[in-house]
């Protein structure tokens, strides 16, 4: 008989298609099948322990498990917008457990393979094995103590409340540059409008402005010379993750004016909101554009505030501004600024797009 493998201490879960079914900030009532469940509660009772690491709204990912009811079987969550290597390699430090003690699921190859690039020693797992793991003889201890379940919520009192105060960094260049990112960005067509549409509808976390265009509206603006309807689409060399983004823009005689830009939580760890927003403000500079571009705080798109932000846009007012239709019917929408400069290209990604600063030169735009 070969040797039995390590025994594995502790699994982290990602949540997202992974623990339950759906994607939450997608749908907020996400579902749990009894089989995962008593996946959960089965490893629990042999004394391993489970944690999590998911990209996801801290706030609201807790609160589901809560009204699951499973909150409790979970150490240490890492619910974030991090690399999930740091969220998996940080909870065996604070279990002080070795990494070869630590398993991972999770649906996504390419969360996998950051956390196999990072830390090959993590035993990763696709979620379609989830229901196999507690035959697994790495999952099933010869010998279950009794104190087993006193043991997790030992470390659960120790542990929850630091895990809130977490920060985490930003996606790392070095990993983006091996997954071979490539971004398209295109003017759309009749087709791509119900992707759109769902976008717009769906993804209020990054929506910059939380107002929804209907296809219908986006469709009569797509002939209008003085507007743009932009679709973002990415793929990396697991394959395409589709429709990510869209944009609408509309052109004024010194300003660029950015009414609608929305990405798809699953690809903020990507940067790609970063690269769509510095594009933008290249083509503008091309052009000899200043950027508007409206934005409206919620309690779910602090992210896209904070893209902004650090492309540099304000609050500072300035003439160009008095050339913008007022959004009289979105009174609580800000119209963010910003005196574009030429940006360099992304490093993280290929990037293949329209040349919007080529109808839009200088001369075309005096007056
Ligand atoms: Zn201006």
């Given at each position: 008989m070969p040797d039995k493998p390590a025994l594995v201490k502790c699994l982290v879960w990602d949540l997202d298609?992974?623990?339950?079914?759906?994607?939450l900030l997608e749908d907020p009532n996400v579902q749990l099948s009894s089989e995962i469940r008593d996946v959960i509660t089965t490893l629990d009772s042999r004394g391993i322990l489970q944690s999590i690491a998911s990209k996801n709204d801290y706030d609201l990912a807790w609160q589901r498990l809560e009204d699951l009811g499973?909150?409790?079987?979970?150490?240490l969550p890492r619910i974030g917008w991090g690399r999930k290597s740091d969220s998996v390699t940080a909870i065996a430090d604070k279990l002080i457990f070795?990494?070869?003690?630590i398993a991972f699921i999770d649906d996504m190859p390419s969360e996998r393979a950051e956390v196999t690039f990072h830390a090959p020693d993590i035993r990763c797992y696709a979620a379609d094995q989830a229901l196999a793991l507690p035959a697994l003889p790495e999952f099933s201890p010869a010998v279950v103590t009794v104190d087993a379940r006193r043991r997790r919520e030992m470390y659960q009192a120790s542990f929850r409340r630091d895990a809130e105060k977490e920060s985490f960094t930003g996606p790392d260049e070095g990993f983006l540059r091996s997954l071979d990112l490539e971004m398209h960005i295109k003017r759309a067509d009749k087709e791509d409008l119900s992707r759109v549409e769902e976008l717009t509808l769906r993804t209020s976390q990054m929506n910059a402005t939380g107002v929804h265009y209907s296809d219908e509206d986006l469709l009569s603006l797509l002939?209008?010379?003085?507007h743009e309807v932009l679709t973002v689409t990415l793929t990396d060399r697991f394959g395409p993750h589709g429709a990510v983004g869209v944009l609408l823009l509309e052109y004024r005689q010194a300003v660029w004016h950015l009414r609608l830009l929305a990405t798809s939580c699953r690809v903020v760890s990507f940067g790609a909101g970063a690269v769509i927003i510095g594009w933008l403000i290249d083509q503008a500079a091309q052009a000899g554009a200043h950027l508007a571009a409206d934005f409206r705080p919620t309690e779910r798109n602090r992210m896209m505030d904070i893209a902004y932000r650090f492309a540099g846009f304000t609050n500072d007012q300035c003439e160009?501004?008095?050339?913008l239709e007022p959004m009289s019917d979105h009174g609580d929408i800000q119209c963010l600024h910003l005196v574009a400069a030429r940006q360099p290209a992304p490093s993280t990604m290929r990037l293949i797009s329209p040349d919007l600063a080529a109808g839009q030169a200088p001369g075309d735009q005096a007056g």
């Open positions: 298609n992974t623990l339950w079914q759906g994607t499973i909150a409790e079987y979970f150490v070795a990494l070869s003690a002939a209008d010379p003085a160009c501004l008095g050339q």
